[in-house]
């Protein structure tokens, strides 16, 4: 049987549609997943961020899409080196490794809300205390991974923590009815092209916001929004959709 579904709803009540910058507004400060990167899409109209959460071999959360680096033209995983390390080896770079606490500051001081990604197994307790640590308000808050096994584990610690139901564009036969009548999340996170109008307006009547990625062409950014009607796109250009008219 499904779980009842949490209602996600931003503290803003004159927000009734995210504009999400994917890693920040890695298409005018790229690499995107920095702290510079974030701020520049709150400055351009961002008014949530989303971010790929991982961690360092010394459990310390941070915000990279990618579990390796390279270093010295080596891939190195994440997890073979402590923060601080990481740190040294990164600060001369176009992108220093960033921790998630800087992306809740941002999100905390602009007023914003935060999508949190999960891009590994195993970080769900340390991801939870993180969040009620952060100072955002947890109605600003949503978790979102593809990983049930993750989403039930958050659940037990927290259940207050909004979670996100995942689905990448490979995954389009997973989407029928039952699908959509058993999901038991506050919110999906999918590709766009699993979704349509027929979709969405099923979700919407399960009480379900549906955001959708990676939306960067004009044209499919006012289809989602104009006619699928979708609550939110994520995106490598916040400024564009910022600036569609409505």
Same mark, same amino acid.
């Given at each position: ?29 790229? =690499? *995107? ?5 974030? /701020?520049?899409?709150?400055?351009? $109209?961002?008014?949530?961020?989303? #971010?790929? !959460? ?66 590994? =197994? *195993? ?5 939870? /205390?993180?969040?009620?640590?952060? $100072?955002?308000?947890?109605?600003? #808050?949503? !978790? ?103």
């Amino acid at each position: 049987m499904a779980l009842p579904v949490t209602t996600f709803k931003m503290s803003s009540s004159s927000i009734s549609f995210h504009r999400v910058g994917y890693r920040g507004a890695p298409a005018l400060v790229p =690499p *995107g997943g920095t702290v510079a990167s974030l /701020r520049k899409a709150v400055e351009v $109209g961002a008014n949530m961020l989303m #971010v790929d !959460v991982r961690r360092t071999r010394d459990d310390i959360l941070i915000i990279d899409r990618d579990a390796v680096r390279m270093v010295d033209d080596h891939e190195v995983p994440l997890r073979h080196h402590p923060f601080a390390e990481w740190q040294r080896k990164t600060a001369e770079t176009d992108s220093p490794i960033t921790r998630l606490d800087e992306a809740f500051a941002i999100a905390v001081g602009a007023k914003v809300g935060l999508i949190l990604d999960v891009r590994e =197994p *195993g970080i769900e307790a340390l991801l939870a /205390r993180a969040i009620r640590q952060s $100072g955002l308000g947890l109605e600003n #808050v949503l !978790v979102a991974t593809s990983d049930e096994t993750s989403r039930t584990i958050i659940r037990g610690l927290d259940p207050r923590i909004r979670l996100s139901h995942t689905l990448k564009a490979e995954d389009a036969a997973k989407v029928n009815a039952k699908l959509l009548g058993e999901i038991d999340t506050a919110a999906v996170t999918w590709h766009h092209r699993l979704v349509s109008p027929a979709v969405v307006k099923v979700l919407h009547a399960r009480d379900i916001k549906v955001y959708v990625w990676p939306v960067d062409l004009s044209e499919d950014m006012r289809r989602m929004r104009d006619t699928c009607g979708v609550d939110g796109i994520i995106t490598n250009f916040p400024d564009v959709l910022a600036g569609l008219p409505r």
